[in-house]
């Protein structure tokens, strides 16, 4: 048995190293979206600035921003906690929200 149910019966449960993994996860992430945002600006400063352009790459930036905002709470609750309570749904909403429109307006620049 897995889940809550599984850490009711058994509260001295060793979590093994699947926060350690998570955090690593988000970790990577977070760097892709960095990857994402540095690749925007220089599209923007090397293509010439349109209009569109740079307001595709502030987008970018603000996204990587909200994304990494995020990402550090998690990254601090995983690292705090013995058994970190679960992931907000609107938290990773908005995780997903960044990241998708990170990838719209990188998109966005390329075109």
């Known amino acids: 048995m897995s889940g809550p149910a599984a850490r009711q019966r ?5 979590p093994g ?3 350690e993994r998570t955090r690593l996860a988000w ?3 977070t760097l892709s979206g960095t990857v994402v945002a540095v690749l925007a600006v220089k599209t923007v400063l090397h293509g010439g600035a349109s209009a ?3 307001v595709a790459c502030a987008a970018c ?5 909200g994304f990494l905002s995020i990402a550090h ?3 601090r ?6 058994s970190p309570a679960a992931f907000a ?5 908005a995780a997903v929200l960044c990241t998708v429109a990170m990838a719209v307006c990188g998109a966005a620049l390329v075109l």
């Open 10 to 14: 058994d509260p001295d449960r060793d």
């Open 17 to 19: 190293l699947q926060p």
């Open 27 to 29: 970790r990577r992430t």
């Open 52 to 54: 569109a352009g740079v």
């Open 61 to 65: 930036c603000v996204l990587w921003l």
């Open 73 to 75: 709470r998690r990254i």
């Open 77 to 82: 609750a995983l690292a705090v906690a013995a």
């Open 89 to 93: 749904p609107r938290h990773a909403a």
